[in-house]
């Protein structure tokens, strides 16, 4: 029987289009950079570049882009054998704008519907996910059938075993309304005139089967591990002050709540009583997109070498930081080596010149 994975990762993929200039807005891009994309596909990559055993469950379109995410995913070690081709729904991209330090809009491109909603529970190899080190999971993969009940299909077959880990990742816009709203992040997402719909045939409304907090609340009682900005904990529990959500995160049924803070740090409380609370690591930031991706990878990695709380934290921030400096997300993802630089107050590991952002030419300049 082969090994366990370390971290095996089940949710969004595509290919991410950067600006390689900051400060201009898209309508004025020349030049873009691609590149592997999509949450818990990243988390994975982070994991591998951090010496773990990887993989993601995810689906691609049966395109040139699905081709490239596969290429991307084996250069980086991530084992991509449960990432499969949908026929009829092409390959995400997402595009964004880069506005230091603070402001990065998203725009996603998931028409008719994304391939890794197309994920079913009868394809899982639900004995691979039972004796992973580490599964994760995402608020997203709840959004939408059949991907909602494969994903909690694999919670139920995990039984809390190991640890899961439930990254809340709220994005309202691949929501129904009323539960969701395109108008928060600049995006573009419609459900599929031949996807099974939940609405409720006498309304035209979303059932109570679409409802976030009830869905929400089912996969924190599967999970061991919640992690989640002030937002998402809001949406998961109905608290948004860090002490509250985290201990209303606990009562829901998760062993550690990783409550992320922004400019404040970070909050971990947990169920025996361990907290610990760290602040940012300063960083120039490049491009703040990715930088959640590199910390749930570096999580990972701290909890399955068992270090205490405070340290996985303190790891976790700084492999978050180093690629907000970046510009790239996946790529970006740093070996052990250079969060080890930066939590030693070394300077921060330079990126690949390749993927460095162009200077962005004083106005009247010639480009």
């Known amino acids: 029987m082969p090994a366990p994975y370390d971290v095996i990762t089940m949710g969004r993929i595509g290919v991410d289009l950067y600006p390689l200039r900051t400060g201009v807005p898209l309508a004025q891009v020349d030049a873009f950079g691609k590149f592997l994309g999509g949450s818990a596909t990243n988390v ?9 055993r990887a993989a993601v469950i995810t689906r ?31 390959t995400p991209v997402t595009f964004c704008e880069i506005f230091p330090p603070d402001d990065f ?53 995990r039984g809390r075993s190991g640890i899961t880990v439930f990254d809340l990742d709220w994005r309202p816009m691949f929501w129904p309304t009323p539960y969701g709203t395109a108008t928060d992040t600049p995006a573009t997402d419609a459900p599929s005139a031949d996807t099974p719909s939940t609405d409720d045939p006498s309304t035209g409304s979303p059932s109570a089967a679409d409802d976030p907090r009830e869905l929400y609340a089912r996969a924190l009682r599967q999970a061991t591990v919640a992690v989640g900005n002030l937002d998402e904990c809001e949406v998961a529990v109905g608290e948004r002050e860090p002490e509250a959500a985290a201990r209303a995160l606990l009562a829901a049924g998760v062993e550690l709540a990783v409550v992320k803070q922004g400019p ?3 909050l971990a409380l947990h169920r025996d009583g361990t907290r610990a609370e760290v602040p940012p690591v300063p960083v120039e930031v490049v491009n703040g997109l990715g930088a959640g991706d590199a910390f749930g990878g570096a999580l990972c ?21 180093i690629v907000a400096g970046r510009l790239a997300c996946s790529s970006a993802m740093p070996y052990d080596t250079e969060v080890g630089q930066v939590l030693a107050g070394g300077p921060f590991p330079a990126q690949d010149p390749a993927a460095s952002p162009a200077p962005v030419p004083p106005p009247g300049a010639v480009s």
């Open 44 to 52: 994975a990559v982070a994991a591998a570049r951090l010496g773990r």
């Open 60 to 90: 691609t379109g049966r395109d040139a882009f699905g081709d490239y995410l596969h290429q991307a995913l084996r250069e980086f070690e991530v084992d991509d054998r449960w990432v499969t081709a949908v026929e009829r729904y092409p």
């Open 105 to 157: 809009p998203l725009y996603f491109y998931r028409l008719p519907k994304a391939p890794d909603l197309e994920i079913h529970g009868h394809e899982l190899d639900l004995d691979a996910i039972r004796s992973a080190r580490i599964f994760w999971m995402t608020g997203t993969g709840l959004c939408a059938e059949p991907s909602r009940s494969a994903t909690l299909t694999a919670l139920e077959a």
């Open 264 to 266: 404040k740090g970070v």
């Open 301 to 321: 990695h701290g909890l399955l070498a068992g270090w205490d709380l405070e340290r996985v934290m303190r790891y976790a921030n700084a492999a978050g930081a």
